[in-house]
């Protein structure tokens, strides 16, 4: 009988594995097609209220998700981190009118990841609540900052910023359309990049830093460096989320735009949409998103009205704090998990 050599071996298995990579790179490239046609059909209403702060969201998600998801470092200053990089591109857009707009996203987003470096250096010393309550000042403080001192705002009487011109090589993006696609744009490049990262030295050092860092430190993996080198990217992506936030959706900002809540509604989102996951950052964004329009229409619809909208926003806060308690004990690894088993169930009876 011929013998059956080692490279035919691991030949055999990796037709699969490569059929399987193929189809996920024909859907990601289907689906940004996809997102890229929206605006033949979809209404000013849609761009504006849903869709682009849905993505927005999803990349300050992505953000918090390689700092506490991939790195294990908890953190309550999203909100903070927001408000650098939207006060940092705005001043770059204005005070060196002659920087294109990528790159003053890009700069806001640099110094935004230098603060976040900052705040993160209690990480090397502290851990689990103590961090977060390091995190948390840092985001008081950097409220208090962009409220009491006025050159961040250019001197404006409500301390609020309003959105530059927004524009790439001659083309207006301040058009529904044009905010729609920059987002995209800016989301889709962020998302490969930080898929690559997770999957390089980088990402793997993360993974071993969260799941036990004394064993990393033993091992001599620069465990001081992996935290700090997660907080700036976590950071930089955050500070490019805050700018987006700011000019592509609300167009008028303050710092009080950027508050505790922001941090909380960002963290509700990875902890729903699934830690250590990057398809749970859009996932649970659209939750955040979506479930207030739904609650919305539901309440005017089907209620007539009778339901009064403060009280439909704690039905909304309990239906939130009831999700995430379930999901920390039943599904730590949230939405993205569930819907993940549910597509390899499908496919299974499928090949049956």
């Given at each position: 009988m011929a013998s059956i050599g080692t490279d035919a071996i691991e030949g055999f298995g990796s037709t699969d594995e490569t059929a399987r990579s193929w189809l996920r790179i024909a859907l990601t490239v289907a689906l940004l097609a996809g997102l890229a046609a929206v605006p033949l059909v979809a209404n000013d209403y849609w761009l504006n209220a849903v869709l682009i702060p849905f993505l927005i969201m999803s990349l300050t998600a992505l953000g918090l998700n390689l700092l506490m998801g991939y790195a294990g470092q908890a953190?309550?200053?999203?909100?903070?981190?927001?408000?650098?990089?939207?006060?940092?591109?705005?001043?770059?857009?204005?005070?060196?009118?002659?920087?294109?707009?990528?790159?003053?996203?890009?700069?806001?987003?640099?110094?935004?990841?230098?603060?976040?470096?900052?705040?993160?250096?209690?990480?090397?010393?502290?851990?689990?609540?103590?961090?977060?309550?390091?995190?948390?000042?840092?985001?008081?403080?950097l409220e208090w900052l962009f409220n009491q001192y006025g050159w961040f705002s250019n001197y404006s009487t409500s301390s609020s910023i309003s959105a530059p011109r927004l524009a790439i090589l001659g083309h207006d993006l301040s058009s529904p359309t044009g905010r729609y696609l920059l987002t995209l744009a800016t989301v889709a490049i962020v998302t490969v990049v930080a898929i690559r990262l997770v999957r390089s030295q980088t990402g793997r050092t993360w993974m071993a830093i969260r799941d036990m860092d004394t064993a990393a430190s033993v091992?001599?993996?620069?465990?001081?460096?992996?935290?700090?080198?997660?907080?700036?990217?976590?950071?930089?992506?955050?500070?490019?989320?805050?700018?987006?936030?700011?000019?592509?959706?609300l167009g008028t900002v303050d710092a009080r735009s950027f508050n505790l809540d922001r941090s909380f509604q960002v963290m509700f989102a990875i902890i729903i949409g699934g830690m250590g996951s990057i398809s749970g950052n859009y996932v649970g964004a659209a939750f955040m998103i979506l479930l207030p329009i739904l609650l919305d229409h539901v309440g005017g619809g089907v209620f007539g009205g009778a339901i009064d909208p403060g009280q439909l926003e704690n039905l909304q806060k309990a239906l939130f704090g009831a999700l995430i308690v379930w999901f920390l004990i039943k599904e730590p690894r949230g939405l993205a998990a569930l819907l993940s088993r549910a597509w390899t169930q499908l496919a299974s009876r499928f090949e049956r």
């Open positions: 953190s309550l200053g999203s909100g903070g981190f927001m408000a650098v990089g939207a006060y940092a591109t705005y001043n770059m857009l204005l005070r060196l009118p002659e920087l294109p707009l990528p790159v003053s996203l890009l700069l806001g987003g640099i110094i935004s990841g230098v603060v976040g470096v900052i705040v993160g250096l209690p990480s090397l010393r502290i851990k689990g609540f103590y961090l977060v309550a390091s995190t948390l000042a840092a985001q008081f403080v091992i001599g993996i620069p465990v001081a460096t992996g935290k700090l080198k997660a907080f700036f990217v976590s950071s930089l992506v955050i500070g490019i989320a805050g700018a987006l936030w700011a000019f592509a959706y």
